[in-house]
């Protein structure tokens, strides 16, 4: 099983650089390169999940109607 996260394609796509993605969301560079360790691969792994199971985005706008 593999599991291909494209961050650094969506990167190159806006032109944004990954120490720019950490300052924007807040978390480490360490936390950002979970991809490149295998560790979301060990994650669903061990969850036996997708990972799409774990993984879901809401807008603001979401959260405030079902929240």
């Known amino acids: 099983m593999a599991i291909i996260i494209n961050v650094d394609v969506i990167l190159a796509k806006r032109k944004m ?3 720019e993605l950490s300052e924007r969301v807040g978390i480490t560079m360490e936390n950002l390169s979970i991809s ?3 560790k979301a691969k060990a994650i669903c792994m061990a969850l036996d999940c997708q990972p799409g199971d ?3 985005y809401r807008s603001e706008n979401e959260e405030s109607q079902n929240g």
Do not use: F, H
């Open 17 to 19: 650089s990954v120490t």
């Open 36 to 38: 490149e360790n295998g």
């Open 54 to 56: 774990i993984l879901e």
